[in-house]
Structure formats: C-alpha cells, structure tokens
C-alpha cells in the first residue's frame, strides 16, 4: 500500500518515511538536523508522534518528504500500525557507541516488514559517529548487515551534521526513482 500522492501537478510527490530504532539512537536529533539544521543535547520530552515535511529535489523534480519520528513511543504497540501506514521508506537507526541498539536492529527489521509493504526503501543508519573513541560497532559490521539485508548503509552524525542529508536523500532519490520507472 504505497503512499505515493501525486498533488495538483505530476511533478510534485510526497513520500511518507519513518525513522525506527531503540530510544536515544538520535532520531529525533536526525531529523532536527536535517529539517532544522537543530541539535538537541539533552532528549526531548516531547510524547507523541510527530512529522516534519521537508521540500527535496531530486532530478529537478520537487518531491516532499513527510518524516516520521516516534517521539518516545517506541514501546507503546497501539501506535504501530498507523506509524507504518503508508511509509515507502524508512530510515533503521543504531547507535554506533552501543552494541545493543545494533543487536536490535533484526527486530526493528521484522517490525518493519510486518506493518509495511516488503518494498519499503530502506537505509540502515549507524548514528553518533562523532564518538570515535566510544564506537562499539564498526563501520564493516554495519556494512555487512546491511549488504546481508538489502539495505542501504551510511554513517551519521546528528552531532557534527556528517551524512545526515545523505541518510535522507539516499532513500529520496531511491523511491523516486522506482516510481519513474512504474510510471514510465
Ligand atoms: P531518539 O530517542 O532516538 O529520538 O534520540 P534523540 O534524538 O533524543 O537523542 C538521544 C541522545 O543522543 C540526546 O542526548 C542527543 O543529544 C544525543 N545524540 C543524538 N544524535 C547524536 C550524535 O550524532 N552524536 C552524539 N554525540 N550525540 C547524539
């Protein structure tokens, strides 16, 4: 069930993307970099869902990205199915400096492909890479799990702004380009 809505003009997309992962990994730090061009030392308080449309172009094409976070709810299931509703593309979050945001990411993945369509475009996110010293996965393990899942992968920093645009921007481009192809 894909929510590519076509609005006014076909040249004007809007495409719903979640960021998924444990609590703290900096999804909401991810997005208030990106949106924003913000950074949140301390977690937010903020209880809800929440999502920010950021104007994009990809091949001269104005595309809206609608951006999910879960703000904090990440253990309350009856948000689940509406979170994913719709999503054609996900951003899957650990946090490099812990090991067990990483361990989770299979079930992060099962989540995703239980309340979504299997085609959602995916991009695994190994966050907080500004905390050399602290790093607990490595850059090939996250490589590796992501080539062994058909993801993409990419390193950011919410932190220092490394790659975040890129995080997003790799899974924009990806679905607008199979949808010209299915349009096409
Ligand atoms: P969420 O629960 O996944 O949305 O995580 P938050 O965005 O609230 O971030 C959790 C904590 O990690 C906060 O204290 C952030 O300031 C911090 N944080 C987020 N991203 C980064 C990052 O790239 N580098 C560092 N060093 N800290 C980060």
Redesign the pocket.
Known sequence: MAFYSEEQTTEDYLFKIV?V??????????L?RFARDE??????STIGVEFQTQKMEINGKEIKAQIW????QERFRAVTSAYYRGAVGALL?Y?ISRRQTFANISRWLNELHTHSDMNVVTILVG?????KDAREVSTAEGKGLAEAEGLFFIE?????SSNVAAAFQTVVREIYNILSRKVM
């Open positions: 960021l992962g444990d609590s703290a990994v900096g999804k909401s730090n991810l208030a950074f949140y030392p301390n977690s937010k976070d879960t703000a904090g979050v946090d966050n907080k890479s500004d905390l950011t920093s919410a932190l220092d």
